[in-house]
């Protein structure tokens, strides 16, 4: 297994980007770290939001005049965008692409629309990605505290010559060389990406905990434990091994519960289920997935819809916001 360089502050140079114009596309989470920290890195930015929503009040409470995306994409030498995965293709047929300043620079934080083909872009671009591994509050909050979140960058298109340094001179500017950054691709970060939120962080650990509780709860266990075994507790585990690896939690928790870690664990992750995790990858590799996203998005998003209001009227929710309402520093 090959190991990634790191690249750290010494290895970025923000002059790169002087006199250079960036328009960010979206003041979302990650949209208004980008632009407050690039921003503040001394760097000359631009904000496209559309008007009405609370984005773009935010946008305007923040000091910014935000413009329409036609209006940004012809006054930018950067274009990053920061607008969702299944929109992209939309706004750069009709907005980006016949008005992006010929051999600037397309950026994304993502790298879902260039690995499934719903962008092509031009051959006069550099095409970069510069990727936070953390969410936008999280890379505003560090960079105030001068601390930083790590990045992952890729060079898709190289127009420039110049295009590594490109992006790297962009983390630096949004803190991301201060934590380090990692050189990837943009198959690599999306097909990881993909992978990570639905077998591990979201769809496996989103199924793991109910599916605890559920069977407690059918068990004749009171709700409020099943809830506080299965659900709570993650969190308190989860930054445990943030902090230390397994080796930590482990340490951490009683020998009883480490004993049962090892005897129980593989008994529920088992062979059949990473034969489905290899199936899930596969269906992401092939672009299954995306085609289905897409498909999804194109109808409305019927199935969507369905399967949001199912989990959301689960037990282990109505249990939770219960308990929750009694737990005030959680909102804080």
């Known amino acids: 297994m090959r190991g990634g360089k790191m690249y750290y502050e010494s290895d970025a140079d923000l002059n790169f980007l002087q006199g250079k114009t960036i328009a960010v596309l979206g003041y979302?989470?990650?949209?208004?770290?980008?632009?407050?920290?690039?921003?503040?890195?001394g760097l000359n930015v631009i904000v496209a939001q559309r008007p009405g929503g609370d984005n773009y009040k935010k946008a305007v409470e923040d000091g910014w005049k935000p413009l329409n995306v036609v209006e940004a994409v012809k006054q930018a030498d950067w274009v990053h965008v920061l607008l969702p995965d299944e929109v992209q293709r939309k706004v750069w047929e009709e907005?980006?692409?016949?008005?992006?300043?010929?051999?600037?620079?397309?950026?994304?934080?993502?790298?879902?629309?260039?690995r499934f083909k719903q962008i092509v872009p031009t051959q006069d671009l550099d095409?970069?990605?510069?990727?936070?591994?953390?969410?936008?509050?999280?890379?505003?909050?560090?960079?105030?505290?001068?601390?930083?979140?790590?990045?992952?960058?890729?060079?898709?298109?190289?127009?420039s010559g110049k295009a590594k340094d490109l992006a790297l001179a962009y983390a630096k500017g949004i803190g991301g060389t201060r934590a380090g950054v990692l050189e990837t691709t943009f198959a690599e970060e999306t097909e990881t990406d993909l992978f990570g939120e639905q077998v591990v962080l979201c769809?496996?650990?989103?199924?793991?905990?109910?599916?605890?509780?559920?069977?407690?709860?059918?068990?004749?266990?009171?709700?409020?434990?099943?809830?506080?075994?299965?659900?709570?507790?993650?969190?308190?585990?989860?930054?445990?091994i943030f902090e230390g690896g397994f080796s930590k939690m482990n340490y951490s928790v009683s020998d009883t519960a480490e004993y049962g870690e090892y005897v129980s664990g593989k008994r529920i992750i088992n062979?059949?289920?990473?034969?489905?995790?290899?199936?899930?990858?596969?269906?992401?590799?092939?672009?299954k997935f995306a085609d289905n996203w897409l498909e999804e998005n194109r109808m409305?998003?019927?199935?969507?819809?369905?399967?949001r209001k199912e989990v959301s009227e689960r037990n282990i929710e109505k249990v939770g916001v219960r308990l929750r309402s009694q737990m005030a520093w959680i909102k804080k």
């Open 95 to 114: 907005d980006i692409k016949p008005n992006i300043k010929k051999e600037a620079v397309l950026s994304f934080s993502h790298g879902f629309n260039i």
């Open 203 to 240: 769809g496996g650990l989103v199924e793991l905990i109910n599916s605890g509780f559920e069977t407690l709860v059918a068990a004749g266990y009171q709700p409020e434990i099943a809830y506080f075994e299965c659900l709570h507790e993650v969190k308190l585990i989860v930054d445990l």
């Open 271 to 287: 062979e059949a289920v990473k034969e489905e995790m290899k199936k899930v990858l596969a269906d992401i590799q092939s672009g």
């Open 127 to 159: 095409v970069l990605m510069i990727a936070p591994k953390g969410p936008g509050h999280l890379v505003r909050r560090q960079y105030e505290e001068g601390k930083g979140v790590p990045c992952l960058i890729a060079v898709e298109q190289d127009a």
């Open 300 to 307: 409305g998003r019927p199935s969507f819809s369905k399967l």
């Open 28 to 41: 979302g989470s990650q949209g208004h770290a980008h632009a407050l920290n690039l921003k503040d890195s």
